[in-house]
């Protein structure tokens, strides 16, 4: 029985459209900072859940694209999907793929960019995802206040996980 490569590109196509669904049905907390970030690791590594935890927009304009870069691979770890929000923006698309953020949430109303994009991503091995797609979204308090995202995110967790 030989494969040929057609087959092999359907495959894998398959595949990774069976994880982007099922990416979207994790729980997904859109967040502000490395604290909040991090704080989420721990919940996540403590009970064995997995999270998908969007970088909130208004911070990735305001600290850049590298500075992101340094908070994901702080928080890199197989039980958490870290997502850039890019919202219409494509010029942050563009340099978030160049270096190297491989999960970016982005749309736009034009379809011929959204084609662009999305083919652009897979040459460089990204994925993109549609914030309207994710089923459970809880956006976090953008407080600076430790003590109070962490009593905000216990309320939630308990209401929905415990």
């Not at 859109?30 to 935890?53: D, E, H, M």
């Amino acid at each position: 029985m030989t494969m040929n490569g057609d087959f092999l590109t359907d495959f894998w196509m398959f595949l990774e459209k069976c994880l982007s669904n099922m990416i979207y049905e994790l729980p997904t907390f859109v967040f502000f900072n490395l604290n909040q970030g991090k704080y989420l690791s721990r919940i996540s590594k403590k009970n064995k859940l997995k999270f998908n935890l969007i970088y909130a927009y208004e911070q990735l304009v305001w600290q850049g694209p590298f500075y992101l870069k340094k908070i994901f691979s702080e928080l890199e770890d197989e039980k958490l999907n870290c997502i850039a929000e890019c919202k219409e923006n494509t010029g942050f698309v563009l340099s978030l793929l160049r270096i190297g953020i491989r999960n970016l949430n982005f749309f736009s109303q034009n379809v011929n960019l959204n084609i662009k994009v999305i083919n652009l991503a897979e040459k460089y091995g990204s994925r993109i995802f549609l914030f309207e797609k994710f089923k459970k979204i809880h956006v976090l308090s953008n407080a600076n206040e430790i003590n109070l995202h962490q009593k905000e995110l216990q309320k939630y967790l308990e209401k929905e996980y415990f």
